[in-house]
């Protein structure tokens, strides 16, 4: 019986070059929802632990990459696409975080996020949906339009988010629809009009549409 319960356990792994950091993580995670399958205070002890405990969510705390490129967010995609990857920033305007989403992290939650924000943000994590505090979405957005956004396409959750608006569906209904909060839906949306240079709702339609990206 207890082998079964196990098994509905959320695999989490800790990684972060703070000790207290670390230890503080798998005290408020000690609970029957999870199951702490080990900590890590290096990229290359992180990439090590996952091969062997294959864990479904990985706390991954941005001070811990060597330098700029986040190799290990890089490998874990390639490695590991099934574990979901929630990274902890210092700041909400961390540049990193913009790098952190392209090399395929689940979601960006500051440090100073409450017990209860972090514990939404996991399980959002783990049922596979962007997280994103309201806090960090206009730092990430605006750094979605300084960069080279030309020829992006949209993601599946873009292109639903998109389809729905022309459907004539509030933010709420289609969060609802969706399974997703309403800020997640408003990010969706606003990073859609980024890539497609729209000013507004229905622009982001019409150009989606235009450009083959969602059909009606």
Not at 7 to 20: G, K, T, V
Not at 108 to 136: F, H, I, M, S, Y
Not at 165 to 192: C, D, P, R, W, Y
Request: aromatic share 4%.
């Amino acid at each position: 019986m207890s082998g079964a319960y196990n098994r509905l356990m959320l695999r989490l792994l800790i990684a972060s070059p703070f000790p207290a950091m670390r230890a503080g993580l798998s005290l408020f995670f000690n609970n029957p929802e999870y199951l702490i399958v080990g900590d890590a205070a290096t990229d290359d002890h992180l990439l090590d632990l996952v091969d062997v405990q294959s864990p479904q969510i990985i706390l991954y705390d941005l001070s811990l990459a060597q330098d700029e490129t986040l190799d290990a967010l890089w490998q874990l995609r390639r490695l590991h696409p099934e574990a979901a990857v929630l990274a902890l920033s210092r700041s909400a305007a961390d540049s990193r975080m913009m790098r952190a989403l392209q090399a395929g992290v689940r979601g960006c939650l500051p440090c100073t996020a409450t017990a209860d924000e972090l514990t939404a943000a996991v399980r959002q994590a783990g049922n596979g949906e962007l997280v994103l505090p309201p806090t960090a979405t206009s730092a990430i957005l605006q750094q979605l339009r300084e960069g080279d956004t030309a020829g992006e396409t949209l993601t599946a959750r873009e292109a639903q988010v998109l389809r729905a608006v022309a459907a004539g569906q509030t933010n709420k209904a289609i969060a609802l629809k969706l399974g997703i909060s309403e800020h997640t839906v408003k990010f969706h949306l606003a990073s859609a009009m980024s890539k497609l240079g729209a000013a507004s709702r229905a622009e982001a339609v019409a150009v989606a549409f235009r450009r083959g990206l969602i059909s009606l």
